[in-house]
């Protein structure tokens, strides 16, 4: 069976609350939303609108990118994926969208190094 998106997000959500030794009861006062639905959320019962799930990222003290990072690589491991940092992916095809739409930043993270390509700006998609 498929692993759904919003149980990957429930459980990256509840893998960082437990991580940070509070209860459902903390964050979801500190969020503003109600306890059931913030378990219902975690259980991938529920989907999560994107503004409750920033107020829950920001009740528990992290990014939303982060969250969504980990949700990313928890998918790609259900499915035998490898991930974008396991060999190097170049899109011959791709259009040249310009140094400032294309320019990437690397980060060091534990033993792995993760390359962060923004997605290119309208304006540079105007332009090509």
């Known amino acids: ?3 759904l998106l919003r149980e990957a997000i429930g459980d990256s959500l509840r893998r960082t609350r437990v991580s940070q030794s509070r209860t459902l009861r903390e964050v979801s006062n500190s969020a503003s939303v109600s306890l059931g639905y913030l ?3 975690e259980r991938g019962r529920k989907e999560a609108s994107s503004e409750l799930l920033a107020a829950i990222c920001e009740a528990l003290e992290v990014p939303l990118s982060d969250v969504l990072f980990d949700v990313s690589e928890s998918m790609a491991d259900a499915t035998g994926r490898r991930r974008v940092g396991d060999e190097q992916h170049v899109d011959a095809a791709a259009p040249d969208l310009g140094a400032a739409a294309t320019a990437s930043t690397s980060t060091r ?5 993760r390359i962060v390509i923004p997605a290119p700006t309208a304006r540079a998609l105007a332009a090509a």
């Open 39 to 41: 378990s219902e959320v």
């Open 1 to 3: 069976m498929a692993l």
């Open 109 to 113: 993270i534990g033993a792995e190094t």
